[in-house]
Each structure stands twice: as C-alpha cells, then as structure tokens.
C-alpha cells in the first residue's frame, strides 16, 4: 500500500497526525494548541489536493485515504473539542455523534460522486466547520453552552445538506473577477468586524459563520 502512495497521500498523512496530536490535547484538556492543530490540518488538506492537481496524480487509495484522513481531521477533532470545552452532557454527547456521522456520511457522498465521475458536490464543506470552532475558541468570547451546541446542529445539517455552496472556481466561471472582488469585501468586514470586537478571531469567525449560513444563498445568486 505504501508502495503505491503518491506525494500527495503523504501529505494527507501529515494532517492526519496533526489531528491524532490533538486528539490527545482535547483528552488531556491541553487546548491552547488545538484550533492551531486544527488550521494546520485544513492547510495541509488544501496542499493535498493542490499537489495531487497540479502533479496530476492519481491512484486507487488516494480519495479513500484523504476520506478517512477527512473524517477525524474535521469530523471527530472540532466536535469533540466543542464538547470538551463545554462538557460532555447528554446533549453534546448527542450532537458530537450527529456531527461526526454527518461527515462520514458527507464523505462516503463524495466518494460515490467520484465513482460515477459527478462534477457537483453538496452540503458545506467539513474544514469550514472546524475553522469556525477555532475561531471561535481563539476569540475567547464568552459563548454560552446551548450556543456550542446550536452550531452543531446546525453545522451537521448542513454538511449533508442538498444545499451548493461557492467556491472560488464555481463563481470565477460567471462572475469576472470574483475572487478579487470576493478577497476586497472579505478584509473590509474583517477589518470593520475587528475593531467592533476587539478581536480579529471573532472577526474570522463570524466571517465563517455568515458564508455557513449564506453560502446556497450566494451560490444561488452568483451561479
């Protein structure tokens, strides 16, 4: 099997130990280095597929390895440092098994597109999920336990959700210069959204948390 690893596959190896180190961080309630873990996985799941593009590589257990890969990065690692950070009652206990049964249920959905060579994909993305709950963590606002949980439900709808969501390459295609018009707008809320939050993270996350909720919205204007 290693034989058969591309480049690519070793970098998805990478993100798959940083979210295992995690893991760890949350059961050890060491969590100042967990929404950094959790970043560093969602750059390396992006540098995975843009090595395995631009290298043209392609091979058998690539898609099933970056899927399980996926599925503890951002299914397991931001729902159990949710219910960690705000414990685990019968409540969140409850949301954290929604949460990850809808990523592999959102994962399996994308391998079985890929099976049948299907360009469209559903539902939003599991890595906006995460960087959310680590913005959300960094910007030490004080949100309350039953607002935790809401996001999960919410989050774990919406990854197995019928709804399209934008992405940089879908807009580009009909919108003429989408991606720089779409980076202008980004840093002028951040920036608004700082300096009334005091805080760049909170600013990021509710950023994340509009385009979550937003997203088939604009999707639907845009395309």
Not at 12 to 31: G, T
Not at 74 to 91: E, H, K, N, Y
Not at 146 to 175: C, D, E
Request: hydrophobic share 55%.
């Amino acid at each position: 099997m290693l034989l058969n690893m591309k480049p690519a596959d070793y970098v998805s190896l990478s993100s798959l130990v940083c979210a295992v180190i995690a893991i760890a961080l949350i059961f050890n309630k060491a969590y100042l280095f967990v929404p950094w873990l959790i970043f560093l996985c969602i750059g390396l799941d992006y540098a995975d597929g843009y090595a395995a593009r631009s290298m043209k590589q392609k091979n058998s257990i690539g898609p099933y390895l970056e899927g399980f890969i996926d599925t503890v990065a951002f299914g397991i690692t931001p729902p159990l440092f949710i219910a960690s950070v705000i414990g685990f009652d019968i409540i969140t206990t409850i949301l954290l098994i929604i949460v990850v049964v809808a990523n592999v249920l959102r994962e399996t959905r994308i391998l079985t597109l890929l099976e049948t060579q299907s360009k469209y994909k559903t539902g939003m993305a599991n890595p906006v999920f995460a960087a959310i709950t680590g913005f959300l963590f960094l910007s030490q606002l004080a949100i309350p336990a039953y607002a935790w949980q809401l996001f999960m439900l919410v989050g774990g709808f919406l990854l197995i959700s019928p709804f399209r969501y934008p992405t940089h390459r879908n807009i580009q295609k009909r919108v003429k210069y989408a991606f720089v018009i779409a980076v202008f707008v980004i840093l002028v809320l951040s920036y608004a959204l700082t300096a009334l939050l005091q805080s760049a993270y909170a600013a990021i996350a509710l950023i994340l948390i509009g385009y979550m909720i937003l997203g088939p919205v604009i999707y639907k204007w845009a395309l």
